[in-house]
């Protein structure tokens, strides 16, 4: 830990992947809480994964693949969110094409890209080493895109999530902010890309919120606690990941999920130590 903290005062790089996972980690603090109470984690996982299309799009084009990764998530929402309200009854077979067909096109167009091609790797399992400045610039517009909407629209969000019925008899227009969900679902999903790559990423977006929920009684607590266990963990993760010289993305995944685990299996300690019937006094 020690080697760590001495290198990131002399490397500009690691300076800048910290940077990177506290940027990714208020995107996944902010909406994480919403996709674990809205149930969508599988929804959010055909976001993500049909991302790597447009990258690749954008990598064969010459263009900037966060770009065509922020496009792409946001139309992969869109179509999701309205096959779910159009469609019920095979969402789950459009989603799983969806998701299926999004890898299969960016794998497609990176493997015909003219002269070099950018490392696969590197899309799918993140290399938060490797984060540019102007990645930086643009992962903060984007989180702040997504605190201007969320704090904006939240008591609108909180009742689409919890119960949409509800909502619609309050007047709210349930159908255009669910899908403005989804949308923020796909920024926060271009958020974490270079931290975590696709494949990690839903474990980063629910991991530190289900955590948080286990200790914290609404939802705005959730958010806090979610982003500040998010900065934690990509920071340890990292921390831990530069000596050994192990991939920063994975051991990030790891330590979210041991820490999931444990909070689980003190949470259900705590439940069953809550529920236990009180011994009745003795008498003298």
């Given at each position: 830990m020690t080697e760590f903290i001495d290198a990131v005062g002399r490397h500009g790089f690691l300076q800048q992947a910290l940077l990177a996972g506290l940027l990714?980690?208020?995107?996944?603090?902010?909406?994480?809480?919403?996709?674990?109470?809205?149930?969508?984690t599988f929804?959010?996982?055909?976001i993500a994964h049909s991302v790597l299309g447009g990258m690749g799009v954008a990598v064969y084009l010459g263009a900037d693949p966060l770009v065509g990764a922020l496009l792409s998530a946001v139309l992969a929402a869109l179509l999701i969110g309205w096959v779910r309200l159009t469609w019920r009854t095979g969402e789950d077979t459009a989603i799983g094409a969806?998701?299926?067909i999004g890898m299969a096109v960016g794998i497609l167009f990176i493997a015909h890209t003219p002269g070099y091609a950018q490392d696969l790797m590197s899309f799918l399992f993140g290399n938060i080493l490797l984060v540019p400045p102007r990645s930086l610039w643009f992962m903060a517009a984007l989180d702040l895109l997504l605190l201007a909407v969320v704090?904006?629209?939240y008591r609108q969000f909180v009742a689409v999530a919890f119960d949409e019925e509800f909502a619609r008899l309050r007047g709210v227009p349930v159908t255009f902010f669910y899908l403005l969900l989804l949308v923020l679902v796909a920024v926060t999903v271009v958020l974490m890309i270079q931290v975590v790559g696709l494949i990690l990423v839903i474990a980063l977006l629910t991991l530190p919120a289900a955590v948080a929920g286990h200790w914290t009684y609404s939802l705005a607590a959730m958010m806090v606690a979610g982003t500040l266990l998010g900065s934690g963990l990509t920071s340890a993760g990292l921390a831990l990941s530069y000596g050994p010289d192990l991939p920063a993305g994975p051991t990030i995944?790891?330590?979210a999920g041991a820490l999931y685990l444990s909070s689980a299996v003190l949470a259900w300690l705590r439940g069953r130590w809550r529920?236990?019937?009180?011994?009745?006094?003795?008498?003298?």
């Open positions: 990714a980690s208020l995107g996944c603090g902010l909406i994480g809480p919403f996709v674990l109470v809205k149930r969508i929804l959010a996982g055909g969806l998701w299926a704090l904006g629209g995944i790891l330590l529920a236990s019937p009180t011994l009745p006094a003795a008498r003298a």
